[in-house]
């Protein structure tokens, strides 16, 4: 079993910036390809941002192209999700999501590409 457990939600004028974390259990999170995603209730999980295991390709949907970056700390067994310029439409809950393996043939933008998921945290963009 592996848990996600996120963090640095919370309340902030729009323009302003905030970084999610996402701290992972398991010997082996170096090996997860990590990603991000957002969902308001009664529409679908979005993508937001994926990184892999190496770092060295990383995915950041249009909409926050410029203003979302993913980064991770393998020694920490972390994932960040810095997020500057923030607009009120980026209001919603925020998800840490886990692929153990890495995503392999599976497409980075799908939830259903990932198998381990945190409880969310609540990002509100006040304008």
């Known amino acids: 079993q592996v848990q996600l457990v996120e963090s640095g939600g919370g309340l902030v004028q729009a323009g302003g910036s905030l970084r999610l974390s996402c701290a992972a259990s398991?010997?082996?999170?170096?090996?997860?390809?990590m990603g991000w995603f957002r969902q308001v209730p009664g529409k679908e999980r979005e993508f937001v941002a994926g990184?892999?295991?190496?770092?060295?390709?990383?995915l950041h949907a249009d909409s926050v192209k410029g203003r979302f970056t993913i980064s991770r700390d393998n020694a920490k067994n972390t994932v960040y999700l810095q997020m500057n310029s923030l607009k009120p439409e980026d209001t919603t809950v925020y998800y840490c999501a886990a692929a153990s393996g890495g995503w392999g043939n599976l497409p980075p933008t799908f939830p259903l590409s990932y198998n381990y998921w945190g409880q969310g945290t609540q990002v509100t963009v006040s304008s």
């Open positions: 398991g010997r082996t999170f170096s090996s997860y390809a």
């Open positions: 990184i892999s295991w190496s770092a060295g390709n990383t």
